[in-house]
């Protein structure tokens, strides 16, 4: 059953069991999983992994079976669950195993994906998307925040937060309480203070890391490494992109190294490369050699697998390896 943020209430935990949890939005996930779920019982918590259920499925199971009959009120947070989790989801449901509730945390899901229409279409189950959060409701947190603590902020400064936030509450709280610790002797915060305690408001997206790490563009790659909160997802999607962007410099290599014409490589390639990418794709071109392209695709096919392996080390792994082949000299 499909239901509203704002919908989900005491009500609803007395007549469902399973929840899914879904959208970009962390901090208003986590939110309401602490405003309702944890009043029941805070000490009878199990967080688990996708794939840590996934790969131990048979001790999961009796986990749950042989903990339930001694427990009341268990809760079960299973993190980052795709499709790949719906069978375990079936087979708790058949087994009508009682005295636990279920919260799936997920990222973005399609209108295709199999455990969100499970969701969705059974009235036994609930279903709730969580969007970004509005400019106005970051606002209002915002200005309650500083209210509640007694911290004069300017309106320029609160909007500078906000824009900070990228929509999403829990980094709004995250810088909020680096202010929190900052002003415990200060009744005022300046714009300059807030500069130096909050992540910067620039937003580097995956494909510009990887373009600046193509372009052996070290100060660049680090700027936005350290700006940059990567999560254990976002390191599987940069190896991805880092591989097709690979690809397709080899092709541009090997046109470039038969043609001697970098103009000519750049403007010929289909599909055509937009005018504001054309210069850093050049230093690219121009910064590898075919033979280093073919090695580097080799080692993307190797370091995928071994961010799964790792996924608690995936950040340290995916940023070790940019990093290298920026400096490495070709």
Not at 32 to 40: D, N, Q, R, T
Not at 73 to 80: E, F, L, P, V
Not at 285 to 303: D, G, M, P, R
Request: glycine residues 2%; aromatic residues 10%; proline residues 1%.
């Amino acid at each position: 059953m499909l239901k509203k943020a704002f919908e989900i209430n005491n009500e609803s935990l007395k007549a469902n069991n399973y929840f899914l949890f879904y959208g970009s939005n962390e901090g208003a996930k986590n939110e309401k999983i602490s405003e309702l779920f944890l009043k029941i019982n805070r000490e009878n918590v199990q967080i688990f992994d996708e794939k840590e259920i996934l790969d131990r499925e048979n001790d999961f199971f009796q986990s749950i079976l042989s903990k339930s009959l001694f427990e009341e009120n268990k809760i079960i947070r299973i993190n980052r669950a795709t499709d790949k989790v719906l069978k375990i989801i079936s087979e708790i449901l058949k087994r009508n195993i009682k005295d636990i509730k279920i919260i799936l945390n997920s990222g973005v899901l399609e209108k295709k994906s199999k455990l969100r229409n499970f969701f969705e279409k059974d009235s036994k189950l609930t279903c709730v998307p969580f969007y970004d959060d509005t400019t106005q409701t970051l606002s209002n947190l915002t200005k309650s925040f500083f209210s509640k603590n007694k911290i004069i902020i300017s309106q320029s400064d609160i909007n500078l937060l906000i824009s900070r936030a990228n929509g999403d509450r829990g980094a709004l709280y995250n810088e909020l309480n680096k202010i929190k610790f900052y002003s415990m002797n200060k009744k005022k915060i300046s714009t300059s203070v807030i500069l130096k305690l909050t992540n910067l408001i620039e937003n580097y997206s995956i494909s510009e890391l990887i373009d600046n790490c193509l372009a052996k563009n070290m100060k660049k790659t680090l700027k936005i490494l350290n700006e940059n909160n990567f999560n254990s997802e976002d390191c599987i999607i940069i190896s991805r992109m880092f591989l097709n962007k690979a690809k397709k410099l080899l092709i541009l290599r090997i046109n470039y190294e038969k043609n001697n014409s970098l103009e000519l490589t750049i403007n010929n390639f289909k599909p055509p490369i937009f005018w504001k990418d054309k210069e850093i794709t050049k230093q690219q071109v121009t910064n590898w050699k075919s033979a280093h392209i073919k090695e580097l695709i080799y080692q993307l096919n190797k370091i995928e697998l071994y961010i799964k392996k790792n996924i608690n080390n995936s950040v340290n792994i995916i940023s070790d390896f940019i990093l290298e082949n920026t400096v490495k000299n070709n």
